[in-house]
């Protein structure tokens, strides 16, 4: 027991000192295995590329059996306008009595397609808790019978908190990370702009998005000096390479950086069996290995985990780390986008 208490202390001092690194603990945000279920958040331009409303929500456990490890739930929904339009106009007489008319219509009205989407997210990292809320937007434009632009834009409403009463130092006065924290503001609220762009097809995708392209303060400052961390970038792409009938293979990669941390760099590479269930490995740089398996339940509904072991020093006093995620789609017809993830 007193061998164990050591470790949890050892690696608890290690985690603050990870949240001292990372000043406002904001590298928690979309560090996800899943990733591919936020897209909207990380790049809006991702809002309803699909003709059909995708719902998700997820939680994320990491480096389980560590006191103050970080926990994540989120949940969002993003989806095309069209989507809601057509699930009402899909036995109109227009189609029946002129099929070629009808099919010139939708065509031209697929050209520019619009897709709008909500994400909410609670990152709690230690003393650590952050809560956000995205509202996103998409313009999208049919420039080819095969591949797709997007633009996109979002607002990020986020309230940090530092919570010190869940600190326990034998001594505060002589921690001077403690006392950075301490002696600021413990709540701070700030709305952030961001903006991305993205080129799709029915097997692949490439996108690009910055965050805080734009940023104010509501209240409070934050715990930096600055009270602002720079530009985020994100840059994502995915292929889905069929390999037969039954098999299809989708690797997909999220590479972020920001000028005050070092690169993350994510890669999921999952193998899928007809559409039915699939499994797969994951990689993230410096820090973590793991595997995922999903299945879908009923017609629309997918069910996925994954387990990641850490592979920095911190993973000899972790069972690693958990993450699982529901999603449904609605409003999906034969004349959808396939699911690019």
């Not at 010190?164 to 924290?181: F, H, K, M, P, S």
């Not at 941390?261 to 039915?276: M, T």
Request: proline share 2%; aromatic share 14%.
């Amino acid at each position: 027991m007193h061998q164990s208490t050591r470790a949890c202390r050892r690696a608890m001092l290690i985690a603050l000192g990870l949240c001292a690194m990372l000043e406002s603990g904001a590298q928690e945000q979309f560090q996800l295995t899943n990733f591919v279920y936020s897209m909207h958040a990380i790049n809006p331009a991702f809002s309803g590329i699909e003709d059909a409303v995708n719902l998700s929500a997820g939680f994320r456990r990491q480096w389980a059996a560590i006191e103050g490890a970080p926990i994540t739930y989120y949940a969002g929904f993003n989806g095309s306008l069209s989507a809601l339009k057509n699930a009402n106009t899909n036995n109109r007489t227009l189609r029946k009595s002129a099929p070629r008319l009808y099919g010139r219509l939708r065509d031209e009205a697929r050209r520019i397609n619009h897709g709008v989407g909500l994400y909410f997210s609670s990152d709690a990292f230690g003393p650590f808790q952050k809560l956000s809320a995205f509202a996103t937007y998409s313009l999208i434009y049919n420039i080819t019978g095969d591949y797709k632009i997007a633009a996109g834009i979002s607002m990020e409403f986020a309230n940090q908190r530092f919570r010190a009463e869940r600190i326990a130092l034998y001594n505060t006065d002589l921690d001077g990370v403690y006392q950075r924290y301490a002696s600021g503001t413990s709540n701070t609220s700030r709305v952030n702009f961001n903006t991305g762009a993205l080129i799709y097809g029915k097997r692949l995708y490439a996108g690009y998005a910055v965050h805080h392209l734009g940023s104010m303060a509501l209240s409070g400052q934050n715990f930096t000096e600055t009270g602002y961390e720079g530009l985020y970038h994100f840059a994502s792409a995915g292929y889905n390479a069929v390999i037969s009938r039954q098999w299809t293979l989708l690797p997909s990669t999220l590479i972020r950086y920001n000028r005050q941390y070092d690169w993350q760099v994510d890669v999921v590479a999952r193998l899928k069996y007809r559409d039915f269930m699939w499994s797969g490995i994951s990689w993230r740089r410096n820090d973590s290995v793991g595997v995922l398996v999903g299945f879908k339940l009923e017609k629309t509904f997918f069910l996925t985990y994954s387990y990641e072991y850490n592979t920095g020093e911190i993973g000899a006093y972790s069972q690693g780390s958990h993450e699982l995620v529901l999603a449904h789609k609605l409003f999906r017809d034969e004349m959808s986008t396939p699911f690019l993830y």
